[in-house]
């Protein structure tokens, strides 16, 4: 463990039980974050990228949000 990390264990450990777990929840959400190199996988980036191709290239073409009512 690194200093650093010893003197942040050091802090929280005179924190109340509740605010230990805050704090906890805080730092996994922000080891969760580091980890997630960019958050989609590599095989939606890829569907994401196809899809986007076909709307530029006008294969594809969006329709209106008001259009939409016609499917319900």
């Known amino acids: 463990m690194t200093t650093i990390l ?6 929280l450990s ?6 230990q777990q805050v704090a906890a929840s805080v730092i996994h959400a922000l080891w969760v974050e580091e980890q997630a190199v960019d958050g989609i996988h590599p095989d939606w980036e890829a569907e994401l990228d196809r899809r986007n191709a076909q709307i530029e290239s006008g294969e594809v073409e969006l329709v209106s949000e008001s259009s939409m009512d016609a499917f319900e």
Do not use: Q, T
Request: glycine residues 16%.
């Open 14 to 19: 005179g924190l109340s039980a509740e605010k």
């Open 6 to 11: 010893k003197e942040i264990v050091g802090e």
